[in-house]
């Protein structure tokens, strides 16, 4: 399974954007990123996933480099509830999710 | 909708007791999974339903644990005998069909003394 190498913290601006880093040299071709967050102690929420394209939603913007080694989450306008842990995951062979450190965000205000 | 739920949310027990955790996943939802994160670590894939099949269990500690999804409905994870490095939080996640988005539940925090 492909691995994931992220920041391990981050501080950011309430009110700007936040730009998250996350490297994945080895992914496979047909293997999609997905990004979660972790607020305090509670469940890990889905945030977005992508494959080769740029994604948005309502949370969030994925940027996928097109050699697809890299992404960027983007979180256009801050706030301090985002302050959480944020994990960049590659999906592995038989579906499961393998969490790393992530990055820690803390919006400042 | 409803979203994953897990119960209780909070178990407090001895080394050696039983203790059963519940997930009751999207209404829907055929896939079913559950990860723990134990003190310090990071979380960690337990095993994934596919209805009341077991799919991967690839993760499952040891024989101490059994997960259980009769009716392909919710879900029990049974540890018996608890041991102290059993405590963390365990949580359940979702998804409509298998390689789809998982949605977490809110976990369950287990203490074992």
């Known amino acids: 399974d492909a691995k994931t190498t992220q920041p391990p913290s981050m501080d950011c601006a309430e009110g700007r954007a936040a730009n998250l880093p996350c490297n994945h040299s080895?992914?496979?071709?047909?293997?999609?990123v997905y990004w979660y967050r972790q607020i305090h102690s509670q469940g890990p929420q889905y945030i977005i996933h992508?494959?080769?394209n740029n994604e948005t939603n309502e949370m969030a913007s994925l940027i996928i480099t097109e050699d697809r080694k890299s992404s960027t989450l983007i979180l256009p306008h801050a706030t301090l509830r985002d302050t959480a842990v944020y994990y960049c995951?590659?999906?592995?062979?038989?579906?499961?999710?393998?969490f790393g450190k992530g990055t820690l965000l803390t919006v400042n205000p | 909708e409803a979203g994953v739920t897990q119960f209780p949310s909070h178990s407090v027990i001895e080394k050696g007791q039983t203790v059963t955790l519940r997930c009751d996943p999207i209404?829907?939802?055929?896939?079913l999974y559950w990860y723990r994160r134990v003190m310090g670590k990071e979380i960690k894939f337990l095993l994934h339903?596919?209805?009341?099949?077991?799919?991967?269990e690839s993760g499952m500690p040891n024989n101490r644990f059994l997960a259980e999804r009769t009716g392909g409905t919710y879900s029990t994870l049974k540890v018996q005998p608890a041991e102290l490095e059993d405590s963390g939080v365990y949580f359940c996640?979702?998804?409509?069909?298998?390689?789809?988005?998982?949605?977490f539940g809110p976990g369950t925090r287990l203490l074992v003394l």
């Open positions: 996640a979702s998804s409509p069909g298998t390689g789809e988005t998982q949605y």
């Open positions: 080895t992914i496979s071709g047909n293997e999609y």
């Open positions: 992508g494959l080769k």
């Open positions: 995951i590659v999906e592995g062979s038989n579906y499961k999710l393998t």
């Open positions: 209404s829907g939802h055929d896939n």
């Open positions: 339903f596919v209805k009341e099949s077991k799919q991967d």
